[in-house]
């Protein structure tokens, strides 16, 4: 298995301009979250998807953040327009969680598998 | 809502002396606990976990923690450290019912092992 995807592994840009980070979760993983990584504030989850759904975004720090999912296997995270203070390594996690015999979610654990992140520096 | 404190962000240590790193959490539900390793240039990796059953759970490569509701503790142990396990230690938590396996996570603990 290839693991969790992300590209790019790294990316400079300038300040105002449109950044756009993608993520290919593992195949057959239901749930994909994206974190940000910051010396100030360490890992915090920005948003997740469940069956390309997004449940929860309040992490998403303010409008200039979107995040998509248009399919299983793409989800994107983009900042318009970049700002130097989101120069942050952006991290993609994905798991998977099953559905009970009425269709919900069912509870407990799921393992979330990470990828490598994104380093990325708004000059 | 959880939290997570790390208190020591970073703990030098001399190679095959024993480790402590401190996790301790606040939450008003039951949660999981997790402790996630970080290499140089790498994605978190799930190093062990608790979720119930017997409080002290152990990795592959002679980690363990120890889970301790009263003192709301979740610590992690080594007792003779390798050069390799150099890395940064994420502490974690995720409630066990609700909240769609959310993950809040501590600052981090850089674990530097020295010869």
Known sequence: DAGVIQSPRHEVTEMGQEVTLRCKPISGHNSLFWYRQTMMRGLELLIYFNNNVPIDDSGMPEDRFSAKMPNASFSTLKIQPSEPRDSAVYFCASSYRGRGLAGGPISGYNEQFFGPGTRLTVL | ?115
């Open chain 2, 1 to 115: 809502a959880q939290s997570v404190t790390q208190l020591d962000s970073q703990v030098p240590v001399f190679e095959e002396a024993p480790v402590e790193l401190r996790c301790n959490y606040s939450s008003s539900v039951s949660v999981y606990l997790f402790w996630y390793v970080q290499y140089p240039n790498q994605g978190l990796q799930l190093l062990l976990k608790y979720l119930s059953g017997s409080t002290l759970v152990e990795s592959i490569n002679g980690f363990e923690a120890e889970f301790n509701k009263s003192q709301t503790s979740f610590h992690l142990r080594k007792p003779s450290v390798h050069i390799s396990d150099t890395a940064e230690y994420f502490c974690a938590v995720s409630p066990v019912t609700g909240g769609g396996n959310k993950l809040t996570f501590g600052t981090g603990t850089q674990l530097k092992v020295e010869l």
